[in-house]
Nanobody, 115 residues
């Protein structure tokens, strides 16, 4: 049974940093791609970072240079380091992966950035 359990997040002032973590079990960690998404109230879900099974990372322009996605093996953990946070980064953040043709999601973690 695949489980993704998130931790981290919270409240921070603009310019601060937070790290989100996603602990995975029930799959072969190194064989899947990982993605972090976020969704703010009233807005569509948006992708904020991906890391492929080969370790290639990609970010949208909105977070490039500020966010870093990393895999940690054998801890089977994916992290999202968020620096220079902005008010517009406020959202609920989710980790996601696809295993055996099914999508799996973490439970979500709230990040609130105040001015």
């Amino acid at each position: 049974q695949v489980r993704l359990v998130q931790s981290g997040g919270g409240s921070v002032q603009a310019g601060g940093s937070l790290t989100l973590s996603c602990a995975a079990s029930g799959l072969v960690f190194t064989m899947v791609n990982w993605t972090w998404y976020r969704q703010a109230p009233g807005k569509q879900r948006e992708l904020v970072a991906t890391i492929s099974s080969s370790g290639t990372t990609d970010y949208p322009d909105a977070v490039k240079g500020r966010f870093t996605i990393s895999r940690h093996y054998p801890q089977n953990r994916v992290t999202l380091q968020m620096n220079s946070l902005k008010v517009e980064d406020t959202a609920n953040y989710y980790c996601q992966t696809r295993w055996k043709q099914r999508d799996f999601w973490g439970q979500g973690t709230q990040v609130t950035v105040s001015s």
